[in-house]
């Protein structure tokens, strides 16, 4: 019976002590668990297969959330949503929608132009809003072209009414890396003289994300001008590439699901007010690059100087 008690008296603090650290993990284990699943509601004109394949991958992403699609017929007036939802607009008619009332949701605009933006918004950006662009970073396209073309110095850009403001941005851009930014302003697509005025005047052209200016009705004029003169282009997007200028950075579905993924983890108030991605690929023209003599480059490792790059900055 003595052995008895000592032996309880022994193990009792021992017992204690084994007893409040599993407490205490498990009270790090159950803090680290999500308390509430987030709505998290996306929000498109049409409903159709990629909207849902979009949805799902972004739900596969956040398990213990709740993420859906609606279209907007189905939705009521910003203001009657519940404020601790998440919306995630994904077209321009459901960023009219979303605007027609101040009050709502904390709202993440996906895949916006710095042009839309404008047409939409003005220079007033609503408050709980979150613009993530769609259009090529103007830096990112510069230190593209540095990498590609390192001998070039001027840099020629057609602008227009609607794209005039982002000229500004795209020297300051330019002079830390040596660029002249040369430009020609051209309100007429059926007039090329600006453009061959351009193409005289500098060494490459950098293409801004403007529809009016980088269309199916445009894309022949300036893409053979280019070639005929040796002049390659920059952008303005993936889809130029694939017509025929030489390489532009962008972001698939891939990088913006990754973006996503990674707002969402924060609370809305500390979302960016604007931002460019920063998952992002590079394109390029193979066949363009060797007519115009241009060694052979790797996407990959494109993408990732220029990624490593910004990192430094």
């Known amino acids: 019976m003595r052995y008895k008690t000592r032996y309880s008296s022994w193990m009792t603090p021992i017992f204690g002590r084994l007893l409040a650290m599993l407490c ?103 408050q709980h809003f979150s613009l993530l662009w769609s259009d090529p970073q103007l830096d990112r396209q510069l230190r593209l072209t540095r990498l590609l073309l390192p001998q070039v110095r001027r840099i020629g850009v057609l602008y227009d009414s609607r794209s005039e403001f982002l000229l500004k941005e795209l020297r300051q851009a330019a002079r830390p890396l040596g660029f002249e930014i040369v430009t020609e302003r051209w309100d007429n697509t059926n007039d090329s003289r600006p453009l061959q005025n351009l193409l005289k005047n500098s060494d490459v052209l950098l293409g801004l994300d403007d529809p009016d200016l980088y269309n199916p009705k445009t894309a022949k004029n300036l893409l053979l001008s280019s070639y005929l003169q040796q002049r390659a282009l920059i952008g303005p997007n993936a889809g130029f590439v694939k017509a025929g200028s030489l390489a532009s950075t962008y972001s698939d579905q891939s990088d913006w699901l990754a973006i996503l993924n990674e707002l969402l983890d924060q609370p809305p108030d500390t979302w960016p007010r604007a931002r460019y991605p920063h998952h992002f690929k590079v394109l390029s023209n193979a066949q363009v690059a060797r007519s115009l003599g241009i060694e052979q480059t790797n996407e990959a490792s494109l993408a990732t100087e220029l990624t490593e790059g910004e990192r430094r900055q």
């Open 24 to 126: 205490l993990m498990f009270a790090g284990l159950l803090s680290s668990l999500p308390t509430d699943a987030a709505d998290i509601l996306l929000v498109g004109a049409e409903d159709g297969p990629g909207v849902r394949s979009f949805a799902k991958a972004l739900g596969d992403l956040r398990p213990a959330d709740s993420v859906r699609f609606q279209s907007l017929l189905s939705l009521p007036t910003p203001d009657k949503l519940p404020a601790s939802s998440r919306l995630i607009l994904l077209d321009l008619p459901s960023l009219d929608w979303r605007l027609q009332d101040n009050q709502g949701p904390a709202t993440l605009v996906l895949r916006i132009s710095r042009l839309q933006a404008r047409q939409y918004m003005g220079a007033a950006q609503p």
